[in-house]
């Protein structure tokens, strides 16, 4: 859930780490097709899926973040974005986690963007 555009408001990292963790279990409990009946600290849930997948699907999370760029060298964010861009890809959304989001925005503002725009 995007907390933001649902309620106006952007919790702190453990509030959106709970909320997450809560999600998760509602997610694999209803994808078993049963009945769902939850009072939760986030959410309300009482119903069922009824078209729930076939088999369930186990992504292992190494998989999921294994391309991930965990640096704070801007040419390692270059690097990442120009290959998204070579492969085809049209539309880049950054995303990161940590508390100082005018961190990232002007990271990627004053070190990665305009190199990316220097070497275009």
């Known amino acids: 859930m995007n907390e933001q555009a649902a ?25 078993t097709g049963d009945e769902v009946h939850h009072r939760g600290r986030h959410y309300v849930v009482d119903g069922r899926l009824y078209d729930p997948p076939a088999a369930r699907t186990e992504i292992p999370l190494e998989r999921v973040y294994a391309d991930w760029v965990v640096s704070e060298d801007p040419a390692a964010h270059v690097r990442a974005l120009r290959e998204l861009l070579a492969s085809g890809a049209t539309i880049v959304n950054v995303h990161s986690g940590q508390a100082d989001q005018r961190r990232v925005i002007d990271f990627y503002g004053c070190e990665v963007l305009p190199s990316m725009a220097a070497r275009a």
């Open 7 to 31: 309620t106006g408001e952007w919790p702190g990292w453990r509030e959106r780490w709970e909320r997450l963790i809560e999600a998760v279990g509602l997610i694999r409990a209803l994808w």
